[in-house]
């Protein structure tokens, strides 16, 4: 099939299905949505139950609360209330930038709750989106994999954020854009 068009482009360019843009793309989007926007409250709960004298039921429920958005992000695609697209891509990438930011505000449960379910909501979204186009971007067998790898990307860049600041800004200061 011809990806050409007549006449001037109405919108960005895509790369080409397979290739390195698309792949890098794809890695990039999943290391943020899922390793960050998903599995950055890991590692800075402990900090946050020490900071706030939280026993295990508020961050059993703010964990639940996250897993239950994911899920509903996901299902609002397979459902067909919202389609994959990459203006819906770019809200959830967007989304899960303000969400990690909206962290910090509060250590009220309910607050914790409420932002972990919506981020949830908007990793889901970005996962489907993203996944989606697994099928063409896998030209070359390994192309799927190192997109997959941004979930693990992401994580590992989570925890060791924490790990090699966290003692020193506290939960907050991990939340905060510069210097809070």
């Not at 698309?22 to 900071?51: C, D, S």
């Not at 994911?70 to 397979?78: E, I, K």
């Not at 303000?98 to 932002?115: D, F």
């Amino acid at each position: 099939m011809s990806t050409s068009h007549a006449g001037p482009s109405t919108g960005p360019r895509e790369a080409p299905a397979g290739s390195p843009a698309v792949v890098l793309r794809g890695t990039l989007g999943l290391a943020v949505a899922m390793g960050l926007g998903r599995f950055f409250y890991t590692p800075v709960l402990p900090l946050m139950v020490a900071a706030l004298n939280w026993g295990t039921g508020p961050s059993a429920w703010i964990a639940t609360a996250n897993y239950a958005g994911y899920f509903l992000g996901c299902l609002a695609v397979a459902r067909g209330w919202l389609r994959p697209s990459s203006a819906l891509l770019r809200v959830g990438l967007l989304s899960t930038a303000v969400l990690l930011a909206l962290v910090a505000l509060s250590g009220e449960p309910l607050w914790q709750a409420s932002v972990r379910l919506a981020a949830g909501v908007a990793s889901g979204l970005v996962f489907v989106c993203i996944t989606q186009r697994i099928p063409q971007v896998a030209r070359r067998p390994h192309d799927a994999g190192l997109v997959y790898a941004g979930v693990g990307t992401g994580i590992l860049a989570s925890g060791a954020l924490v790990l090699a600041v966290g003692g020193a800004v506290g939960w907050r200061g991990l939340g905060r854009p510069g210097p809070g």
